[in-house]
């Protein structure tokens, strides 16, 4: 069996493919579970590694996470915080937000994967069900007739053939005559589900070939001698015992072909043509380029003298994932391309275990955690775990993607690949072999990498470090820029204070770049021109970038599934009925928020006011403004001249509703319309830069809009805005403390526990407790993180409470 030799001196059309790659990021999340009820919450942990090796990746900061609903809405938007390739975050499904039971899409995304398409983005689907109601699937195609368009295929006997795709996909791109080929085929419905097949290969005489029959997931494979000036058909028999005709791809006279066996344990690549490609290519000079996730990892050249030639794929040379093989002929144009996957033993052991495996309801629960290498060294690795009730139902492994399928396999692939975790589990024997036809048809050519070498190209969309605030000041009068203004920026936020400075540009710019911090700040800009005064127009740019397009259609769950969501309906209502409650008693999340200390000041929109006047409503106020003032705020003097603090000279700054107001403007406003005065006249004042250096008065009216005729400041702007979400803590009772408030409350918790962060100890263990549910049930835990070495782990355990 000859060897390819190395290149020594590759074109420049293969150097383009191995040029630098780019600084491409995956995203995956680990939620608690894959069904929610109607005011549970949503937990997860995010990652984003590097796309080439599958290691944590310190590049975005900002990753966009999106919940949507049935009709393709975005319902909920999470701004989550990206720190070495990790973050965490929730939602709540509440009803506020048009929650209805049905089949939802969670997608995730940073800025920076918008320069490669959708290729990258995170997409995963969850069922929402209410218990106590009827699910209704909220999808417009939700039954399975064949109501739908029609194909441009040759079908015949079957009305509405498209109600199937069935597509054949030969081995290595092309059919060559007098080549003998593998010929995969995949056949599913119009909701993508697979479907069984068989059929029969005739020739352009109407001579029957070969048959075929579908062996895993509606896909399968046969062998085809073309021949000279022939073309092939099938006639495919559906599970309704329909048939169908559809036309195989055409027969090329010459070209070249890719193919793999395994022989004796390794991978066989043969490079095969016929004689009429070799009569007019003698000698031909061909060059393989063996890639993994864009990376080359084995190259060689090699002068073709024969229709054969193998060798032996160097599996050691690559890493864990799928390589693709591309053959180039002379003049660099690819001619096959056949993708394979290699199965690496990292050499690793993670493992789960429970102090018992029985517990009585709400006891407590240890679980240990050891994860090491094989020679028993610690592994640096991050992990993020749930604990969840079955509810009745056993999850097939197969069925849902997790951290493994999905880098090492999924995300390389177009398309929705069903029972990924099917081909990563090793108690199915035939997985590699089945792994092999997914690769041979949905991953044919049309795998996310095939674009690499133009992947640098293009890219419009910036990587975000922090938070960016950006504007424009312009000209108050037209909108020429103005270049050289102070723009001055403070953010106010839970007592913190951050204050900025920038100079406007050339096109009057400014920004405010890699700002960290969560929840809602109050934002204040002013700008001053070069003398110090207010001057100009601040007009500012959106501070998140606008979602990508929506894409997802909610289809019918499968008969299987919606057995399930059945299950899982029975048992909460069941759960309801046995503990005698009704909905609203069940211990569900707790939100946490801290108490705030209590102090002379109270917190304001603009950090902490030093006093505070609210107005009672039915005590009889003064007609003037300005002595309702004196009486509302202490050592404040407040005329129709002036308006100032005692301890200050100068007059202060006068705020109604977020917009400067001059004491004439002041002076129109009724005394009945106000429904709050702040007084800041402490160190709190700086926060208004030099224009609140003798202390500002806010105030605030009760139709939230000032004077009717107060003026319009543009020089400066007075608004709230949201950071990173405040994320928050999953909460889990402690049963060894009595708690008033939960004793009267059934614990018929569906997710027992959810821990986004956990890291082995120095000696790779941990260990994890947290306190049962009180329902007979058998709570499954879920283990799935990644080593900082780019090896996705999963670990699943399950044990019984049992009364």
Known sequence: MPLINIAQEPSDSIQKAKKTPPEIEKIYLHTDNNYYTVGESLWYKAYSVYAYTNQLFDHSKILYVELLSPESKIISRNITNLEGGLGHGDFILAD???????????????????????????????????????????????????????????????????????????????????????????????????????????????????????????????????????????????????????????????????????????????????????TQNPDADLTLICTTRGITYFEGSQTLKDTKLSFILPEENFPEGIVQITLYDKLSRPQSERLVYIEKNNAINVSLSTDKKQYAPKEKINLSLSAKDKQGNPLIANFSIAATDTNGITENFDHKQNICSYFLMASDIKGKVHNPNYYFNYSNPARLFHLDLLLLTQGWRDFVWKNFPNLNENQNFKVEKGISITGKVENLFGTTAKENNQVQMTLLNNKATAMLNDTTDVNGKFAFNNIDFKGTATMLLNTTNQKGKNSGEIVLDSIYNQPIAVDFKAYKPLNEEENKITQIKTSIRNKNILFNIPEENQLRDVIITAKKKKDDTTESRYGFADFTYIPEENRTRPSNIFILLQIAIPNLTATANSVRFNRYNGPALILVDGIETDINLLSSISTDDIAKIEAIKGPGAAVFGSQGANGALIIYTKLGKGSATSKKVFHSIAMPINGYQNTRFFYSPDYSQLNPLEKDKADIRNTLYWNPYIQPDEKGNTTISYYNNEVDTTVNIDLEGITNNGIPIVVKSSYQIKK
């Open 96 to 278: 506020s937000l048009g929650i209805k039971p049905g089949t939802y899409q969670l997608r995730a995304y940073t800025n920076w994967m918008r320069n490669y398409g959708d290729d990258f983005v995170f997409k995963k689907e969850i069922q929402i069900i209410t218990p106590n109601k009827e699910n209704v699937i909220l999808s417009k195609e939700n039954d399975n007739t064949k109501t739908v368009s029609k194909s441009k295929k040759d079908y015949s006997k079957v009305e509405d053939p498209a109600a199937f795709l069935i597509d054949f996909f030969p081995e290595g791109g092309s059919l060559v005559e007098e080549v003998i080929s593998n010929v995969a085929f995949k056949a599913t419905d119009f909701f993508g589900n697979p479907i069984d097949i068989k059929g029969t290969v005739y020739n352009s005489n109407d001579k029957p070939i070969t048959l075929f029959k579908s062996i895993h997931d509606g896909m399968g494979k046969f062998i085809l001698l073309p021949e000279k000036n022939q073309k092939y058909y099938a006639i495919v028999i559906t599970p309704d015992n329909d048939e169908i005709k559809i036309n195989l791809p055409e027969v090329q006279k010459t070209g070249y072909t890719l193919s793999m066996n395994s022989v004796d344990n390794k991978k066989v690549v043969s490079i095969k043509t016929n004689t009429a490609t070799l």
